[in-house]
């Protein structure tokens, strides 16, 4: 028999996926990857091994999402029109699970429940093809005949599969990172969300406001309200204070991969706050040349996560530039979370190149009456007039052939 490794959600389509390959006469090993998603995985088991799995795994991997993958888009701040990429980040670490999988179980065959119109599908199969090209694919979902939920449902009852789960009108995609919601009459880009279709972020506007201090060191934070915390520890807290706050909400319509719009709501609390919080830190310490280059970075980095590049040569090329910006990304950011907001109202850093005597307008530098001291060493107000001047040379010549502007 032919053994193939399935990456298994425990959903509708991959169960079906499960029983549909073995009738095609393939051994399936199912692997069920925990990225911190809400979820039953014992329950998941059992509904793999009913829909006919020979094997099935239960892979921890969230310590490995937060170290390999979390982290170091966090530094870099990746963001695909406006989206932080929760879903596209999980992706290519449960490819690289099921390559490892493959290679143990000794199988050339490797599986995912996507469909032919998602993006998912891209980020298996790329990774797959630049972890190990050996592999041959099969995508079910792709190939069978299903139309719709009804007949998948219809087809799962009459081969026994253990299909308790509640029916949802939404997919919905979750791992520590953030949720997101797509389907049912969210297809309208016209209809407002439901309050029920939010995941784990809820509105209330009598909630007082919140403070809270996130401290980092190199970029990465290590510490709440001065206590210092696990990465996994903050991100779930931040998820659970952020989500009452409605923070990290979004609803947006995005660019498919395979040139589909289509609309998502993304729930994301923990990642909008560290994202702000980092950003904050980076304004205060690096210069503006790093600050501006990171930003192109952050675009094209998010575009690597989206269309499935995550272990392409250039990202890791990407992480070793930004990771020597992140020496000096020290400090402690003041966060005011209020009802769908989250600001930052205070930062502070060893490093922080804002120096106050500098930036005040207050004292009078460098007119008659102003005493010697460090600000006018530092700065010599007089000398703006010549910066100015040779600053404005190139338009002052264009205005001499045009005469005077029309204003
Ligand atoms: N649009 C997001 C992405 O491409 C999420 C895709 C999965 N969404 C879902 N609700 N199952 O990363």
New binding site residues.
Partial sequence: MKKIILAYSGGLDTSICVKWLTEKGYDVIAVLADLGQKANFELLKKRAISAGAKKVYISDLKKEFIEDFILPTLKVEGVYED?L????LG?PLIAKEIVKIAHQEKASYVAHGCTGK???QV?FELSWKILDPCLEVIAPLREWKFKTREEEIEYAKKNGIALDFKKSV????ENLWGV????GDLEDPWNEPSANVWQITSLNYALKPAYLEIYFDKGIPVKLNNKKITTQELIIKLNKIGGKYAVGRKDLI?D??VGIK?R?L?EAPAAEILYKAHHCLETLTLDKQTLDFKHLISLKYGGLI?NGLWFCEFKKALDKFVDSTQEKICGTVRIKLSAGNCEIVGKKSKYSLYKKELATYHRPIGGKDSKPDCCQASFDQKAAEGFIKILGTPYEKSNIKNQISKI
């Fill in positions: 989206y990429l929760a879903t596209a992706r998602g993006n998912d980020r939404y997919s919905i995609d997101s919601i797509e389907c995005e498919r991969i289509s998502e993304y989206y």
